[in-house]
């Protein structure tokens, strides 16, 4: 079955970075564009970024663009999101996702998505 395990959350101070992981295994990676959604606490799925099948297309979310970048590998089967520059305001439970979405074309929860990683930004 379709696994998604995302890592590399933590508590950073503001101005840190952080590099998340996903793991995906049980579906053809290569043939799937991927997702960051983020869940803030008390609050709704906020889309984050997206990837194409080769990494050659990415979008963001205004509220991270230039501060964080999606990438994949294919030969892994694995999923990035290098976050710099981080804000109070990130603090969030991070998932991966198996799918495509936009400022217009909201995250799914039909999707299949991980179980989140944590990332805490406070001094």
């Known amino acids: 079955q379709v696994r998604l395990v995302e890592s590399g959350g933590g508590l950073v101070q503001p101005g840190g970075s952080l590099r998340l992981s996903c793991a995906a295994s049980g579906f053809t990676f290569s043939s799937n564009y991927m997702s960051w959604v983020r869940q803030a606490p008390g609050k709704g799925p906020e889309w984050v970024s997206s990837?194409?099948?080769?990494?050659?297309?990415?979008k963001y979310a205004d509220s991270v663009k230039g501060r964080f970048t999606i990438s994949r590998d294919n030969a892994k089967n694995t999923l990035y999101l290098q976050m710099n520059v981080l804000k109070p305001e990130d603090t969030a439970l991070y998932y991966c996702?198996?799918?495509?979405?936009?400022?217009?074309?909201?995250?799914?929860?039909?999707?299949?998505w991980g179980q989140g990683t944590q990332v805490t930004v406070s001094s």
């Open positions: 996702a198996r799918g495509d979405y936009s400022d217009y074309v909201p995250p799914s929860k039909n999707d299949d």
């Open positions: 990837i194409s099948i080769l990494g050659g297309r990415t």
